[in-house]
């Protein structure tokens, strides 16, 4: 079955530094693959997507990359601010592309540190 | 506010009755998904609707579950014979029909079963 795995575990990293967070995948190629902020209590908000085709994409201080034979993103956030610190999740099309339904990982906990 | 909107935004019951829950998505998305979230999870796809026709439902959507979008704009998602273990947060999103696949969430419904 498919399978997306993130950092359980919280991410604590100093303001100012790069934070990198990672999503792993199995059993899936995607044609894309999305990242979004949740913060507590709220609904999940979209802040990349990136496409199978593309090794990397920029937004401000967002970076994500996307390799498909490691079948891995990484998402980096530089100049961390400690309005950064909410989880954040990888999701990827349940068969694959189009406007599937998605599947989340369970998110990496970030906190910046001032 | 033009973003998506759910109600009510908390739901308390009794075991064994029925709730209903209400979406409205972005006014111009032809594409509206159903989500499900529990505590340290990322959220789960529970089913999809593109314009007015359901085209995809998860295995987690029993036959509890009714989802309806009747004239391609708002949705209901129902429960009938709630259980403790539909407490969760119940999250909608919605899409554009222009090829973009990011998904938009409201602030979802928590439902929490007594």
């Known amino acids: 079955s498919q399978k997306i795995e993130q950092n359980s575990e919280a991410l604590n990293i100093q303001e100012g530094k790069t934070a990198t967070l990672t999503c792993n995948y199995t059993?899936?190629?995607?044609?894309?693959l999305q990242w979004y902020r949740q913060d507590p209590g709220r609904g999940p908000v979209f802040l990349l997507l990136?496409?199978?085709?593309?090794k990397e994409k920029r937004k401000e201080r967002l970076k994500v990359t996307f390799d498909t034979t490691l079948k891995q993103s990484l998402f980096h956030i530089t100049a961390s601010q400690p309005a950064d610190s909410a989880t954040y999740l990888c999701?990827?099309?349940?068969?694959?592309?189009?406007?599937?339904?998605?599947?989340f990982g369970k998110g990496t906990h970030l906190i910046i540190q001032p | 506010d033009t973003g998506v909107s759910q109600d009510p935004r908390h739901k308390i019951t009794k075991r064994g009755q029925n709730v209903t829950f209400r979406c409205d998505p972005i006014?111009?998305?032809?594409?509206l998904y159903w989500y499900r979230q529990t505590l340290g999870q990322g959220p789960e796809f529970l089913t999809y609707?593109?314009?007015?026709?359901?085209?995809?439902k998860s295995r987690l959507l029993s036959d509890r579950f009714s989802a309806e979008r009747p004239k391609g704009s708002f949705s209901t998602l129902e429960i009938q014979r709630t259980e403790q273990g539909d407490s969760a947060m119940y999250l909608c999103?919605?899409?554009?029909?222009?090829?973009?696949?990011?998904?938009?969430f409201g602030p979802g419904t928590r439902l929490t079963v007594t």
């Open positions: 999103a919605s899409s554009s029909r222009t090829g973009s696949y990011e998904q938009y």
């Open positions: 059993n899936y190629s995607p044609a894309y």
């Open positions: 990136i496409r199978e085709n593309e």
């Open positions: 999701a990827l099309p349940q068969r694959g592309g189009g406007a599937d339904g998605l599947t």
């Open positions: 006014s111009e998305h032809n594409r």
């Open positions: 609707f593109q314009n007015e026709a359901q085209l995809e």
